[in-house]
């Protein structure tokens, strides 16, 4: 008879990629780990073909298992033991501060770091290096919806309401999102609304998977959605359409928004979309007669230099309908990242402190000083959006070092050529992570890290729901966690210093020199406790309890959020703001010899800079390698065959990828996806202009001009 093996480990947790945080089973058995669906609200046991291969990652033969140090007489990284690479980085800082003054190191996180982690660094970033210089790649994600959704709620939360309305809205209008290939469990909540007769219409400028499951697509020009937004709300009025109480009850500023879109008629929005009239007045019917109607908006919309003025246009049109608080309605934000919304509420923003406190506002500090344990003098000020950090390492007045988690800036940030040469530049480059990625494999030291499987924390999706992430198993023989590593470097810093200006600092029972996630989330409790994503009253139990548990909430005896807005907004006088915004065109527009549209995207088997799924086989097989999609009119007279070679050339930079021709897409715009590194990264062609207020760079639109490559 055979001895009975080991009994087989499970950890109900969630994929480790995106803002759906998809719930999903890990099962261990004889040393391999197998995803098993599970049934969790959101994706109701749907992976995608992402989440299923998750955990392939585990035991790659890729992963980094060692410290990595460079080595000044070859150049190579070496593996080295933790003690001589964490002293190399705390050497580093302090030569670097010393120099330099605080603010010369800088950090860089994640939107995919836990909920713990992105606290654990906002906090390693302000107590134990003092800079001010901390900023994350959130700015690329979301930064728009949130920076729009504050100045008009008073809140930033991705959807103020569950996932599932999408499934019984009357109308759902999506902008510049494709669930279908990014989130493909979402599609369900679709296909329910429109079993149950509901009305669904995509904004794209491409005939993408979602827009194939639409009743309407509207395909205006990259960088025209503000003139859309108009132009619907101004049928809106015309038609009689907004909701008029509503408007004087619950909001504030409508005026103002109501002359600005009177210049909007349909035809005019037309001239510059390319959105025929009957389409928008179709779709201005749909959003004005519907009972229950959701707009929702991601990256097209919002990844532009007038983003939040773009999703302000359609939160005003959302206002102006009555739907943000109306059961079942409402305006939201498809957020990209895993931890896209706890990533950005806990303060590794530039300029946030814990609980979306803002880090100038003197009473935030005096609360957030006091969890610390400091005073709130010591904290630094706000630090600069993430393009801004980036491109000035390196410079006479910026960082000389920086510490990077989570995130993989040389393949995802704009103008990537640039920003690879920054940080070149630096003194110190360090890099936590437990793959070799573009960025790490530029970095002075590098530091190898669990995955999601092998440590517990917590992640906040879309919804504004908080999750538990389960460990399945230990991390293997030389990776640490990154908590670990915060608080190791934490405790080295201190005690090289000695000196007044920089005493062992901090609450030395709390969570400042912990590598304990739960412990780290009880000091998060009490520094969110009063603000706007206040999980004061959230604990892992009440999680597990209930499928996680919804901020604001601030009394662990209470009940949690699920839906914000229904009695009032939290604005100082309990109205939401509309505020007039006008068209204006692209930071770059199209010349001759940039004549074509440029705009950049997400495949189905890739995720963010491909670091991770890249390396996962079957995730190779079905999307191997970036493309240029052109429509096949555009090709036909660049003389390109499906398949062959293309440049595309901006101002700044080129990639070089396969051609594929494709109707879907306008003949005037050419897209590439973002996930590959290399002559075939889309980013080194991408604009560096900004919103001027959320610091989000314009992906999705610039001038190029595309040239065949022609092959020996
Ligand atoms: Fe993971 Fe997102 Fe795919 Fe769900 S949709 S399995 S969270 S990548």
């Known amino acids: 008879?055979?001895?009975?093996?080991?009994?087989?480990?499970?950890?109900?947790?969630?994929?480790?990629?995106?803002?759906?945080?998809?719930?999903?089973?890990?099962?261990?058995?004889?040393?391999?780990?197998?995803?098993?669906?599970?049934?969790?609200?959101?994706?109701?046991?749907?992976?995608?073909?992402?989440?299923?291969?998750?955990?392939?990652?585990?035991?790659?033969?890729?992963?980094?298992?060692?410290?990595?140090?460079?080595?000044?007489?070859?150049?190579?990284?070496?593996?080295?033991?933790?003690?001589?690479?964490?002293?190399?980085?705390?050497?580093?800082?302090?030569?670097?501060?010393?120099?330099?003054?605080?603010?010369?190191?800088?950090?860089?996180?994640?939107?995919?770091?836990?909920?713990?982690?992105?606290?654990?660094?906002?906090?390693?970033?302000?107590?134990?290096?003092?800079?001010?210089?901390?900023?994350?790649?959130?700015?690329?994600?979301?930064?728009?919806?949130?920076?729009?959704?504050?100045?008009?709620?008073?809140?930033?939360?991705?959807?103020?309401?569950?996932?599932?309305?999408?499934?019984?809205?009357?109308?759902?209008?999506?902008?510049?999102?494709?669930?279908?290939?990014?989130?493909?469990?979402?599609?369900?909540?679709?296909?329910?609304?429109?079993?149950?007769?509901?009305?669904?219409?995509?904004?794209?400028?491409?005939?993408?998977?979602?827009?194939?499951?639409?009743?309407?697509?509207?395909?205006?020009?990259?960088?025209?959605?503000?003139?859309?937004?108009?132009?619907?709300?101004?049928?809106?009025?015309?038609?009689?359409?907004?909701?008029?109480?509503?408007?004087?009850?619950?909001?504030?500023?409508?005026?103002?928004?109501?002359?600005?879109?009177?210049?909007?008629?349909?035809?005019?929005?037309?001239?510059?979309?390319?959105?025929?009239?009957?389409?928008?007045?179709?779709?201005?019917?749909?959003?004005?007669?519907?009972?229950?109607?959701?707009?929702?908006?991601?990256?097209?919309?919002?990844?532009?230099?007038?983003?939040?003025?773009?999703?302000?246009?359609?939160?005003?049109?959302?206002?102006?309908?009555?739907?943000?608080?109306?059961?079942?309605?409402?305006?939201?934000?498809?957020?990209?990242?895993?931890?896209?919304?706890?990533?950005?509420?806990?303060?590794?923003?530039?300029?946030?402190?814990?609980?979306?406190?803002?880090?100038?506002?003197?009473?935030?500090?005096?609360?957030?000083?006091?969890?610390?344990?400091?005073?709130?003098?010591?904290?630094?000020?706000?630090?600069?959006?993430?393009?801004?950090?980036?491109?000035?390492?390196g410079t006479p007045d910026g960082p000389k070092a920086m510490l990077v988690f989570g995130s993989n800036p040389v393949v995802s940030a704009p103008r990537a050529a640039r920003i690879e040469g920054r940080l070149r530049d630096l003194d110190l480059l360090v890099v936590a992570d437990f793959l070799l990625s573009e960025t790490a494999a530029l970095a002075d030291v590098v530091l190898p890290t669990a995955q999601w499987a092998e440590e517990d924390g917590t992640m906040t999706n879309l919804e504004g729901r908080v999750l538990r992430r389960r460990a399945l198993r230990e991390p293997p023989a030389g990776v640490r966690t990154d908590l670990a590593i915060l608080a190791d470097l934490t405790a080295r810093l201190a005690d090289g210093r000695g000196d007044d200006a920089s005493p062992p600092r901090g609450d030395e029972k709390g969570s400042f020199r912990t590598p304990e996630p739960q412990a780290v989330f009880e000091e998060l409790r009490r520094a969110s406790a009063g603000g706007i994503a206040d999980y004061a009253g959230i604990t892992w139990e009440r999680i597990d309890a209930h499928d996680g548990a919804y901020w604001p909430c601030p009394d662990p005896d209470g009940p949690d959020t699920p839906r914000l807005f229904a009695e009032r907004f939290p604005t100082p006088d309990g109205r939401a703001r509309f505020h007039a915004v006008e068209h204006r065109p692209a930071a770059e527009e199209v010349s001759a010899a940039y004549p074509l549209h440029f705009t950049t995207g997400r495949v189905l088997a890739q995720y963010q800079s491909g670091t991770q799924t890249r390396r996962v086989p079957a995730l190779r097989r079905a999307a191997p390698e970036a493309f240029v999609e052109l429509h096949p009119d555009l090709a036909g007279r660049l003389g390109v065959a499906d398949g062959e070679p293309v440049r595309v050339v901006s101002r700044r930079g080129e990639m070089v990828a396969p051609a594929r021709l494709s109707a879907a897409i306008r003949p005037d715009t050419v897209f590439a996806p973002f996930h590959w590194g290399g002559a075939a990264r889309a980013n080194s062609v991408t604009n560096d202009a900004v919103d001027p207020i959320s610091g989000m760079p314009e992906f999705k639109i610039c001038a190029v001009r595309v040239e065949r490559v022609e092959t020996p």
Request: net charge neutral; with cysteine; proline share 7%.
């Open 1 to 393: 008879a055979t001895a009975p093996g080991p009994t087989p480990r499970e950890a109900a947790t969630h994929c480790p990629y995106c803002a759906l945080q998809c719930g999903m089973t890990l099962r261990e058995e004889d040393g391999r780990v197998a995803v098993l669906p599970r049934q969790f609200p959101t994706n109701r046991g749907g992976l995608c073909q992402k989440g299923w291969t998750a955990a392939e990652l585990l035991d790659h033969p890729e992963r980094l298992t060692t410290p990595l140090l460079r080595d000044p007489a070859s150049g190579e990284l070496r593996p080295a033991t933790w003690d001589a690479a964490l002293a190399r980085v705390a050497e580093g800082i302090r030569d670097v501060q010393s120099g330099h003054g605080r603010d010369a190191v800088a950090v860089f996180g994640g939107g995919g770091l836990t909920n713990e982690k992105a606290y654990a660094l906002g906090k390693f970033a302000r107590v134990a290096l003092r800079t001010r210089n901390i900023d994350y790649n959130g700015r690329f994600c979301m930064s728009s919806a949130a920076a729009a959704g504050m100045r008009a709620f008073g809140v930033d939360r991705g959807l103020p309401f569950p996932l599932s309305d999408l499934g019984r809205a009357d109308t759902l209008l999506l902008v510049g999102a494709n669930p279908a290939e990014t989130m493909p469990p979402l599609v369900r909540w679709l296909t329910e609304q429109r079993q149950r007769g509901g009305k669904l219409i995509v904004v794209d400028p491409r005939v993408t998977a979602t827009a194939r499951l639409a009743d309407l697509h509207l395909q205006p020009l990259p960088g025209t959605d503000l003139a859309v937004a108009s132009a619907l709300l101004h049928i809106a009025l015309t038609e009689g359409l907004v909701d008029k109480d509503y408007i004087a009850a619950r909001t504030s500023g409508f005026e103002e928004v109501r002359r600005a879109v009177a210049a909007w008629w349909p035809a005019r929005a037309e001239v510059l979309s390319g959105v025929p009239v009957a389409d928008l007045e179709a779709t201005a019917r749909a959003l004005g007669t519907g009972e229950r109607v959701v707009i929702l908006t991601a990256r097209g919309a919002e990844q532009h230099a007038k983003g939040v003025d773009t999703v302000t246009g359609f939160v005003n049109l959302a206002l102006a309908l009555g739907l943000p608080g109306r059961p079942g309605s409402g305006y939201g934000c498809l957020t990209g990242q895993g931890n896209g919304q706890g990533g950005r509420e806990h303060g590794q923003k530039a300029d946030q402190l814990p609980g979306y406190r803002r880090i100038d506002d003197p009473a935030a500090r005096a609360h957030v000083a006091g969890v610390w344990g400091v005073p709130a003098d010591d904290l630094p000020g706000p630090g600069v959006p993430a393009y801004r950090l980036l491109d000035s390492l």
